[in-house]
């Protein structure tokens, strides 16, 4: 029997099939699937639906999180600070004032230029002598603030669009998406609650996750995960996102068929697949946790993993200038690295990480040391 279309069962063939992401592409997905959807329902859901999650937080997310995405470049995020009233860049690891800054000494005819870099401040200079604005014989101070490195207040406020929107089925269109890939039979066949939900409004299939819990979360990762399973003739579905928006899925209540157990988990940061025996899900009643709340404790892990990386490197520098022996410089090392991050520990959770990601550290460097004396 010929494939159709999930969606307006039009027949799925060279012309018509399509590549479907299960996780949207501008968010870090990878995985694509045909014979799910044909193209028209691709590129009219893709416009109507998926764009709701760029819109919604999806943009700023993927800046903040610095995601790899498979194709194309995240883009840089523009802000207005709320203590300062000015406007920012944010690209991946800093900010960015966007627009230079000048105070101009009309007794001595000397400007201080504060910029982004180097390059900007001079091209500012300039700039200001073309429109008359200083006089063309002003000096740049010898000093000039180079902007890179800057605090502000990157707080926002989380949208989470109502169950029954467009945001919504673009989370339960994953799930299916996934469920296409099932190979003992046609269970997408079954999943009329979807279908209704999708195509009518009716049914509403999708809640807030209070029911899967992954009980090997992995540290610092915005994970993105979705996974589908069946319990005699139902079929659900938990769909996350950047580790903060949770969702329960209800697909079809009428499944007859073998047990169902996909699962697609990425860590978007690095662009990899999770093996889903490394984050064990597990079904129980559990509290529904606001977005926000998750938001923070992932950023703060984030900072506190990026903080590792820079004290080991501290660490390293330290040993190196009081080094006497091998056994004194591993020991310098250590003691260092953990005195500096015992005071920044809020969980048991982030003391583990540290050792863990110490020992990756301190091993890498130690293969990358063997590798370079070899080829010496």
């Not at 010929?2 to 099939?17: I, P, S, Y």
């Not at 690891?93 to 007794?107: G, L, M, R, S, W």
């Not at 010898?142 to 207040?153: F, G, L, M, P």
Request: with cysteine; net charge positive; proline share 2%.
């Amino acid at each position: 029997m010929a494939q159709k279309c999930f969606l307006c069962a039009v027949e799925l063939n060279e012309n018509t099939n399509s590549k479907e992401h299960i996780i949207k592409n501008s968010i870090g997905g990878k995985k694509q699937v045909k014979g799910f959807i044909c193209k028209t329902c691709n590129n009219t859901t893709g416009n109507k639906w998926d764009n709701e999650i760029d819109k919604d937080f999806g943009e700023n997310l993927s800046v903040m999180f610095d995601i790899k995405r498979d194709r194309g470049k995240v883009q840089d995020l523009k802000v207005k600070d709320k203590l300062s009233n000015k406007h920012f860049l944010i690209n991946t690891n800093k900010f960015e004032q966007i627009e230079p800054e000048y105070t101009y000494d009309k007794d001595n005819g000397k400007i201080l230029i504060t910029a982004p870099n180097a390059k900007r401040g001079d091209h500012y200079l300039e700039q200001l002598k073309k429109m008359g604005q200083i006089p063309e014989k002003t000096i740049k101070e010898k000093t000039q603030i180079i902007n890179e490195k800057v605090e502000i207040d990157t707080s926002f406020n989380f949208h989470i669009p109502e169950l029954k929107s467009n945001f919504s089925k673009s989370i339960v269109k994953s799930a299916l998406a996934l469920l296409s890939t099932y190979k003992e039979g046609n269970a997408l066949e079954y999943c009329k609650i979807a279908k209704d939900f999708l195509k009518n409004d009716v049914n509403n299939c999708i809640e807030y996750n209070n029911y899967i819990s992954i009980e090997n979360r992995l540290f610092a990762t915005p994970l993105h995960c979705v996974y589908v399973f069946s319990n005699r003739n139902i079929i659900e579905a938990y769909v996350e996102l950047f580790g903060i928006v949770r969702y329960i899925i209800c697909l079809s209540d009428t499944y007859d068929g073998s047990d169902i157990n996909l699962v697609y988990a990425i860590n978007p940061r690095t662009g990899k697949e999770i093996n889903h025996s490394e984050l064990n899900f597990k079904k129980e009643l559990t509290k529904t946790i606001h977005p926000g709340e998750l938001h923070k404790k992932l950023y703060d892990e984030i900072l506190f993993d990026k903080e590792i990386d820079k004290i080991f490197i501290e660490s390293c520098q330290k040993a190196i200038e009081n080094f006497t022996t091998i056994e004194n410089f591993k020991s310098n090392i250590s003691k260092y690295f953990v005195k500096e991050l015992l005071s920044k520990i809020k969980y048991y959770e982030y003391f583990n990480h540290m050792m863990e990601k110490f020992k990756v550290l301190i091993n890498d460097m130690y293969k990358d040391t063997n590798i370079k004396s070899n080829k010496a």
